[in-house]
């Protein structure tokens, strides 16, 4: 059993930055690869990045590559999301979720995929 906590969302103006964090609860947590999603309202959730156990391997939406950073503490049991360049179309509600083993391309971004989400956080991108 995997708990996960997001933190670090909030209220942004276009062109601005915002980190999010993902604590995970349990001694497995470097045995997960580990996923951010969001969804705005109205619409289906959507893949954000993804990153591999160790760490040494991302995937990222073509809607987020070049502005968002993916990156992880094993030893702090933590997942990172850096987002610069933000546009109001990036808000949304953001979930961190983990996936039991290695991650691929044709893996990281599939939701139904993960085994456990968190509760998610709001990022609000005013223009």
């Known amino acids: 059993q995997v708990q996960l906590v997001e933190s670090g969302g909030g209220l942004v103006q276009a062109g601005g930055s915002l980190g999010l964090s993902c604590a995970a609860s349990g001694r497995a947590f470097r045995s997960y690869a580990m996923g951010w999603f969001r969804q705005a309202p109205g619409k289906e959730r959507e893949f954000v990045a993804a990153?591999?156990?160790?760490?040494?391997?991302?995937y990222y939406a073509d809607s987020v590559k070049g502005r968002f950073t993916i990156s992880r503490d094993n030893a702090k049991n933590t997942v990172y999301l850096q987002m610069n360049s933000l546009k109001p179309e990036d808000t949304a509600i953001y979930y961190c979720?983990?996936?039991?083993?290695?991650?691929?391309?044709?893996?990281?971004?599939?939701?139904?995929?993960?085994?456990?989400w968190g509760q998610g956080t709001q990022v609000t991108v005013s223009s």
């Open positions: 979720a983990a996936q039991g083993g290695a991650i691929s391309y044709y893996t990281s971004n599939n939701p139904q995929l993960y085994d456990y």
């Open positions: 990153i591999s156990r160790s760490g040494a391997i991302t």
